[in-house]
């Protein structure tokens, strides 16, 4: 009996979000949408961020939109921190 069984992989008739790409760092073809938390150079954690991930080398990498996250991430973790009150040690009288 010769069936002729497909590769076990269901194929699932969703977007492209399963599709893979070569990775422009590593060349491997292993880069494809994630979203889970990044952590960023500088530390910032950025929570459920979609953005492209090589599962070969580990690279992220950011597109416009993920870039966009960030940086309001960043601002709203830097506190503005401007014009602090200047205090008046003692009132001038006059
Ligand atoms: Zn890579």
Not at 9 to 36: H, I, V
Request: proline letters at 4%; one cysteine or more; glycine letters at 6%.
């Amino acid at each position: 009996m010769s069936s002729s069984h497909r590769n076990g992989t269901s194929k699932t008739t969703r977007a492209s979000d399963s599709q893979t790409y070569p990775c422009p760092e590593c060349g491997k073809d292993e880069m494809r949408r994630l979203k889970a938390d990044c952590e960023l150079l500088d530390g910032i954690v950025v929570p459920d961020l979609d953005r492209w991930h090589c599962f070969a080398c580990g690279e992220d990498f950011l597109d416009s939109a993920a870039m966009d996250r960030v940086a309001e991430i960043r601002k709203s973790l830097r506190p503005v921190r401007r014009a602090i009150a200047r205090k008046v040690s003692g009132h001038k009288h006059a």
